[in-house]
């Protein structure tokens, strides 16, 4: 039992120096949602406590960020998260793209499916009210220009999607 112990022991620490890299990327005021949209202070700071730790390229890392595994499972949302809507390339994807990204923005504020319940446990300030949920999704409602519309019926019309 013992033995059992320390080998485990051994293969934790061991674990600790396989860590992905973290995310940093500088802020391009030409390309990040907030620069260029410019929401009210309350709504940039709902933002950034509640969507830009997985959906930026300037994720907050908490302290448990640098154990092994949980860091892992950290860079996955954040891979995961920006794969599906990126606040740090919003004004770099087609009109389109962005118009996609604000209608799936607002059907997660109705869903209440964003942000992650994993998330909502560990960062009690990102819990949001239906107030800021509605908030958030007047702000997106109000960037759409329908070209996702157009886009999506490009595809269909070509057999690209059904
Ligand atoms: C803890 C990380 C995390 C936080 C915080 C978070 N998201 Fe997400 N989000 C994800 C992940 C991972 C996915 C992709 C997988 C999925 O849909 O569950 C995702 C997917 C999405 C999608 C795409 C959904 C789809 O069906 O394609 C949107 C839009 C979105 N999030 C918006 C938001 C908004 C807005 C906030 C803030 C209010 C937010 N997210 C907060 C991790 C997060």
Not at 10 to 36: F, G, H, M, T, Y
Not at 64 to 86: C, E, S
Request: proline share 6%.
């Amino acid at each position: 039992m013992k033995r059992f112990l320390y080998i485990l022991a051994a293969i934790i620490l061991l674990a600790q120096l396989i860590r992905p890299s973290k995310v940093a990327e500088p802020v391009d005021p030409a390309s990040d949602l907030i620069a260029l949209t410019k929401p009210t202070a309350e709504l940039e700071g709902v933002l950034r406590v509640a969507c830009y730790d997985c959906h930026s390229g300037q994720p907050r890392y908490p302290w448990y960020a640098n154990i092994t595994p949980v860091n892992w499972w950290l860079a996955q949302h954040i891979t995961d998260g920006r794969k599906h809507f990126d606040a740090t390339t919003w004004g770099t994807v087609p009109a389109y793209q962005r118009d996609h990204q604000a209608k799936e923005v607002m059907e997660m504020m109705e869903k209440k499916e964003m942000p992650l319940d994993s998330y909502t446990w560990t960062h009690a300030d990102a819990r949001l009210t239906d107030a800021q949920r509605k908030q958030i999704s007047d702000f997106f409602a109000a960037k759409r220009d329908g070209s996702w519309d157009v886009e999506k019926a490009r595809r269909k019309a070509a057999g690209e999607i059904k």
